[in-house]
């Protein structure tokens, strides 16, 4: 008889399965581990002596997971078919688990504050590869040859066992603190837990510090109002101290505290974050080594949170604090949550590099990411990360700079791979759809089996003349105007100034003043309307076509009006998610399919995706679940064209 023990983990990465893997050698269990689709099924025998205890072990050493769900445990008289594939040796890029964190915080260990703490299952690996394969000689610890105690444990320790970037305070990278007057190193042990805790006591007299982290360079001060907040990101430092400030579901709150440690945007709930903030904040929890320690000597200092913007090298800040090797960070992972459904918005950590399927065995690239077969699977990853490329066939984003020299290079539109992304996903390709790609424009698609097709195409945006596109958008719209330069003369002036390319939402941003004039800003302006019931802001004007100066002209009637801000923005949505919800129930009907795939990083926005569910939920729209549904999802979708 055998006892069977199952988690659900969506998603194909190994870090849980070899947390437990370790923690069964180090328990002397003998315990047969899979991982299968979307579960890691443990199994041993009922009456194994140790199995309470690596139970009980395995609560403190598990961490959570964005991927995690729930567990089941039962007996069987069979053991469950074990798969003896060996999956290819990708660079992870997550949080410390919690053993290399105690490890961190331990006295007594050789890494003792020591940073780049990390194990084959977790930690910053990423930027430290060059390329692959996945080994010591091609990442930047080549530079660095281990010590003893750690030569030892590429052996002895389980989570360390051929660990390409192992290294400790004796044999690894010092890290280094100057000011205009000094210059301090770590390069011992007490001396690095002495740079945070001068960094921290800085941060906390106001003062700021540059800090190279695993993920670039951030510059970290206090939040202030009368600094300029609107492009910083908040890090709280106590995980106790979250629900105090701010306003989260249970999901958000396990989100932040995930070993994945994704950007997530939540409702403000204390007053001093609101005046800070308003009603929304970009949040993040320490994601790595340098901001973990420098997270725990804030709280010493009795700093709860602290702000951070991602900048370059050469930010004036009052200290800096970096090291000498030049990793090249991946973009931070946006996270959206609405009840249990949680979806990837844009970025590259957490999930890339991937494993994927390719059917065509081509090589596509997309926003500096390229899907490559690497030793017989394909691999996507940043492309500078593959030295030499063999492929009868490449493909390429338009509008990418990339010049790939191939004497077969195709160039594919971003809203057709990005709705194949969607349909390959949930095994639908080759059945008819109708899909909507919302990314900065609006597209209505058909796919019809063999290939996507735009059904409903948008009205190009140009910035330039704004005024005169819309003055003479329709009868009385030149009074329009004229109010309106009359009323907001400083908007309407840098409207009019304008040239170059710039998209619709960030001039609707501009046009309503909001100090982040971007997507991002719209969205979060819009969650802080607390209310029911938007305004019909107009989205279409004829052809069932949205009509970009229409919308504008719209807006700014509102604004005449003295409508609030964050109603208007409330209310774009909504209208938006209204003429979705009538368009594509005729486009279903026109072409007899009860597909729908929703893609672009747009429908990251509660009251949108709110409003889709309502009017569109009866067709249980499909989207990303793998990938982001941002742009990030192109190459893989190019590999199906």
Avoid at 188 to 202: D, M, P, T
Avoid at 235 to 245: F, G, K, Q
Wanted: charged residues 25%.
């Amino acid at each position: 008889m055998y006892f069977i023990f199952e988690l659900t983990f969506r998603s194909d990465k190994p870090y849980i399965r070899q947390i437990i893997q370790a923690q069964a050698e180090t328990s002397s269990i003998d315990m047969h581990i899979i991982q299968d689709g979307e579960k890691i099924i443990l199994a041993c025998r009922r009456d194994e002596e140790n199995l309470e205890a690596f139970l009980l072990a395995l609560e403190q050493t598990l961490p959570a997971s964005l991927f995690l769900g729930k567990s089941r445990h039962y007996f069987s008289d069979e053991l469950p078919a074990i798969s003896d594939k060996v999956q290819t040796k990708l660079p992870l890029n997550i949080a410390p688990c919690p053993t290399c964190q105690k490890e961190m915080f331990d006295v007594s260990s050789r890494r003792y504050y020591y940073p780049f703490t990390s194990c084959s299952a977790c930690g910053t690996q990423h930027p430290f590869v060059t390329h692959y394969p996945y080994i010591r000689e091609n990442t930047l610890m080549k530079f660095f040859t281990p010590c003893k105690e750690c030569r030892k444990e590429l052996t002895d320790n389980p989570l360390r066992r051929d660990y390409p970037l192992i290294s400790c305070i004796e044999c690894g990278i010092n890290v280094r603190m100057t000011d205009a007057k000094s210059e301090r190193y770590a390069n011992g042990k007490g001396e690095y837990r002495k740079l945070f805790e001068v960094s921290a006591r800085a941060i906390s007299k106001g003062k700021s510090v540059l800090l190279k982290t695993m993920h670039g360079y951030r510059k970290y001060f206090l939040p202030s109002a009368k600094k300029r907040l609107a492009k910083t990101t908040l890090m709280m430092c106590d995980a106790n101290r979250l629900n105090t400030h701010l306003m989260m579901v249970t999901q958000e709150f396990n989100a932040l505290l995930s070993i994945e440690r994704p950007l997530l945007r939540v409702a403000t709930k204390s007053e001093e974050l609101k005046t800070l903030y308003g009603s929304s904040v970009q949040v993040k929890y320490p994601d790595d080594g340098m901001s973990m320690l420098l997270a725990r000597e804030l709280l010493n200092a009795g700093v709860e949170y602290v702000a951070f913007v991602t900048c370059h090298a050469n930010e004036e800040a009052d200290f800096l604090v970096d090291f000498d090797i030049p990793v090249v960070p991946q973009k931070d992972m946006r996270l959206f949550i609405n009840q249990d459904t949680k979806l990837f918005v844009s970025g590259e950590r957490i999930l890339f590099p991937m494993l994927v399927s390719n059917p065509q065995h081509v090589v596509t690239v997309a926003h500096e990411l390229a899907a490559v077969e690497l030793d017989g699977e394909t691999v996507i990853d940043n492309f500078e990360h593959f030295e030499t490329v063999q492929t009868a066939e490449i493909r390429v984003l338009e509008g990418d700079v990339f010049e790939s020299g191939h004497s077969n290079e195709f160039r594919f539109l971003q809203w057709k791979a990005s709705m194949l992304s969607v349909l390959a996903e949930h095994e639908k390709l080759g059945e008819k759809a109708v899909g909507v790609h919302f990314d900065g424009q609006l597209y209505f698609l058909y796919y019809n089996g063999k290939e996507v097709i735009n059904a409903v195409p948008p009205i190009p945006f140009e910035s330039d003349n704004l005024w005169e596109k819309i003055a003479t958008l329709r009868e009385g719209s030149d009074r329009l105007v004229e109010n309106y330069k009359k009323h907001f003369p400083d908007i309407y002036a840098r409207l009019d100034a304008m040239e170059g390319d710039h998209d619709i939402f960030e001039v609707t941003a501009i046009t309503l003043g909001l100090e982040d004039e971007s997507l991002e800003g719209i969205s979060a302006e819009a969650l802080s309307f607390l209310g029911k019931g938007g305004l019909q802001i107009d989205t279409r004007v004829k052809d069932n076509r949205f009509d970009n100066y229409a919308f504008l002209s719209s807006i700014m009637s509102y604004q005449l009006a003295d409508v609030e801000s964050s109603y208007l923005c409330y209310s774009i949505y909504e209208s938006f998610g209204d003429y979705i919800g009538e368009i594509v129930p005729q486009l279903i009907e026109k072409v007899k399919t009860r597909n729908v795939v929703l893609t672009g990083e747009t429908f990251a926005n509660q009251s949108l995706y709110g409003r889709i569910q309502r009017t569109l939920g009866m067709y249980k729209p499909m989207m990303n679940r793998n990938l982001p549904i941002g742009k990030e999802n192109a190459v893989y979708g190019a590999l199906y064209l």
